[in-house]
């Protein structure tokens, strides 16, 4: 199934997001973006205009930045209004989970694997403790 | 057998874990470098770029030489990861059964004298010592040798890019 994406932000948040998936995947032209506030443009005929873009046998998920900002009530409200089924909204988002959404093998998209894939690319602190001991071994990896 | 070999000068990262792991079914990773295989803080930070499911060895030039004609890998599919053209020469003319080497990314952090240096794709450097290796690989008749940095690029034949330097 032809999937079709948009990132929302506020500021060059998207901007720089779509930089990044070009150089680790070549992916930037998959993606659309809106730099919201940047001028003072009006963003939603963007949104409603992508919205409109998904055919009824496509998917389109739509990424903004901040759960409850005014970018993400403007998308919740557009995509409400067109009362389409097809279309997913991801707040908070981050580069790993559009980058694994982008390169994700599953023909159709269902609210299971994106909350998955959500669940596998959150914010980390990581632990900076060197392992002690044998790290690896040979017979577990054949 | 090894499904692919690639160069990458930064060892394992987002292109390598993420995108080419996925487009090459292999999900037994072997890093053969030197320096990596003894030094703990490299170990980690690769550790922390290999994607869940996936098994990953780092070891010596020489030792990964060695698991890469383990019997027990020769119905595995195995992606090697390089540093430098001259380790994955050295691996092409010791091991049997390599589909391809990829010389993706090479040079830029190596540290030799930029003057020295040919450009022989858009992301690979190399030094002369790096560029005779090349010529080495290149001539191997029982591996195909190129460059593609990303699956949806197309591959460059690396004795088609020397001949032309």
């Keep these: 199934m032809k999937k079709k994406f948009l990132i929302a932000s506020h500021g060059k948040l998207a901007a720089g997001l779509q930089s990044s998936l070009e150089i680790l995947a070549n992916k930037g032209k998959d993606v659309e973006i809106i730099n919201a506030y940047l001028t003072e443009e009006d963003y939603t005929p963007k949104i409603t205009a992508f919205i409109a873009s998904v055919q009824s046998d496509e998917q389109g998920v739509i990424f903004t930045d901040l759960f409850g900002g005014s970018v993400n009530q403007k998308v919740v409200n557009q995509v409400l209004t067109a009362k389409k089924d097809n279309i997913f909204v991801i707040s908070n988002t981050n580069l790993p989970i559009v980058l694994s959404l982008l390169l994700s093998p599953d023909d159709t998209l269902t609210r299971e694997n994106i909350t998955a894939t959500i669940r596998d690319g959150q914010v980390t602190l990581l632990s900076l403790t060197l392992p002690t001991g044998k790290t690896d071994d040979l017979d577990a990896f054949f | ?165």
């Design chain 2, 1 to 165: 057998m090894i499904s692919q070999i690639r160069v990458d000068d930064r060892l394992i990262h987002g292109q390598v874990a993420v995108v080419w792991t996925k487009e090459l079914n292999s999900p037994l990773l072997v890093v053969a470098n030197d320096e990596a295989a003894k030094n703990e803080i490299m170990q980690m930070t690769l550790k922390m770029a290999v994607p869940t499911g996936m098994k990953l060895l780092i070891r010596s030039v020489e030792d990964a030489i060695q698991i890469f004609n383990d019997p027990r890998g020769k119905d595995k599919r195995i992606f090697a990861i390089v540093n430098c053209v001259s380790d994955a020469t050295k691996i092409a003319k010791n091991v049997q059964n390599i589909d391809s080497v990829n010389v993706a990314n090479a040079g830029r952090f190596d540290k030799s004298d930029p003057k020295q240096k040919t450009m022989l794709f858009h992301s690979v450097l190399l030094n002369p010592e790096e560029l005779a290796a090349a010529q080495e690989l290149a001539a191997l008749p029982q591996v195909k040798a190129y460059n593609q940095v990303l699956p949806n690029n197309p591959k460059l034949d690396l004795q088609e890019a020397l001949t032309k330097l």
